[in-house]
């Protein structure tokens, strides 16, 4: 018996959780376990209603899971930056979820942009570090001396204006990017004992040409990592020139660990090599904590309870969170079921179907149940 | 008769810029005017010999030209960033080139790697803020109260780590951003004023949903831009998105404005999918003074001095330059010469010619003498 959170979150977010929910308690059936699911009622609708994002009862619950399955925040009626700030990233950071696991892999009978290249090339691992880096959430946004902090910004100023901190009134922003030692080690490891059991590369991510600071230190660990692991092959890329390969040459690829904002953007992009966001899953991990399994995708507002959101994305989050939960079989079975849903086009249209997104998860539920 | 200095660099730089001069020459018999070429000995191998990166003098006498032709810089011998922030970095803060014109263009005759996309698809302009965002090299990496500057870090250890900075050790670097609403609104001015030419659409691109600071102003300064060109049609874009759709839908784009990093990252994607570094120029302008022309590609110190670079991004990038010159006819003349070359195959090996680099840039340079 396993106890599982879920927050449906906003859009979409609920009828795909819906699907996936199916999913596994059909492999629970099937593979001889029970989840136990607990909703919470976490999103935009309860912002705007009480102005609570994430209340401290909600941490305090949540933290008794080991996993949360989540499906989509992001409302037009909200600012950018605030619900995902306030609950998705708030989640990531408050439980240290400090691994952002990401697939790219083809499946069979699915459409890449790219030409020429198919399931054989294209299947990777994106091991995106998730609690540090620009995601922080340190910065500001002032005129001249209003700034509380002028210590913070005499560099700035100087540098890239010449100007005098004390009179100026220019308006200015600037962000800080952290990276530490430790928050680095934890997450290359991570991905170097991944490596192990695949095929033993790792490419690291990074723009050390230019922010030498933070990627410096970056670099510097995983060369110190990689010296623990002397069968792995690995390799340096700046982010301009991974984006370039990724479309190019993906099969190059076995394992990429990048810093969380990098991680980010290269990770969108693999969704789409591997055929598009409605196939893409990600688990944000804390291996001794409570971790966080959700589709890469938004809540597209638009098509919010229209049954037509493609559910498969969350559904392979959900195999994942087996995975996690230590359910590799099922883990296993639920993605072999995507697969035959795909190949026998019992799918939502974006994949060529004509199921809804209810009908498309009971059809992989079946697949399950009956494999 | 126009002065223009030209810095050949590292690698193949002094190859390909060598080609693009020939054209360059080409194009004045052709349209009447002459070219007087300034070499400056800027690099790895003076860095290497005399510590010297950029001099007062170096800068002092660049100062006197409107164009800089660039070959390129980067050197295995020299740690990653002291060459890209001494040299490259240093023109373009120095001169304040704060555009970065790239245009994503697929020519005739060359290979996209996205399946069904062509020439007609494949049509778009980055502009991308050149001078500030997190490329203002303000950083720093430290232990614990060894960083002279505990205000800035006060914030870092109490938000990320809850921890003492007076009395903690562990290793932490941070990188700032800046942006500043004067940086923002010139830049946005060109890319509304440049796609007033074109189909009259601007894409912005930012992660304003996380790093809300410094992309909340570009946004509002984008937003303020964009209320005084009421023909224009926008957008917001997040990067991590943008690269998606411009795998999956380049059609849909016609100017771009990026900030700095995403900038280069998306322009690199964008090299590619237009069919590769070898065919990517970058123009760095800035309208009042002394402008820098170059290919978007490195040094590829593998291949120094044996003559199979591909130079057209090169001799496309010298284009822009007589362009920027007020050579709109010459400018256009050049582009039509390479797209010959690549139409008779008359190119490198990496487009599916035979010749060397010096023979495609004479190739192209005789096909501008016969318009
Ligand atoms: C919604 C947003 C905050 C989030 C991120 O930037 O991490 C998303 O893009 C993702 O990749 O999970
Ligand atoms: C070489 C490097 C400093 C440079 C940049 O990051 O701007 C390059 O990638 C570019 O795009 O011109």
Redesign the interface.
Known sequence: MYKVAAIGGDGIGPEIVDAGKGVLDAAGEKYGFDIDWTDFDIGADRYLATGDLLTEDDLKELSAFKSIYFGSIGDDRVK??IL??GIL?GLRFHFDQYINLRPVRMLAGTQ?????KGPEDIDFLVVREN??D????????FKGKEHR?L??IR??YS???GLDVESDS?????????????GSSRVMKYAFDVAMNREKKVSSVD????????Y??WRDVFTETAACYPDVATEFTF???I??WF??NPEWFDVVVAPN??G??????G???QG??GLAPGGNINPEGTSLFEPIHGSAPKYKGMNQANPIATIWAGSLLLDDLGEPEAAAGVLTAIEKSIAAKQTTVDLGGSLGTREAGAWIADAVRNE
């Open positions: 950018p930056g995902e700030k990233l890449t942009p790219l030409a020429g609690t540090e620009f995601y922080v959430g340190i910065g500001s946004r902090d210590e913070v560099d700035i540098i890239k204006f220019e308006e200015i922003a600037y962000q800080i990017g952290v990276i530490s030692r430790e723009k050390a040409n230019v922010l030498t600071d933070v410096g230190l982010v301009d020139a984006t370039m479309v190019k904002m990098f980010d953007i290269i990770t969108d992009l969704a789409m090599i598009g966001l």
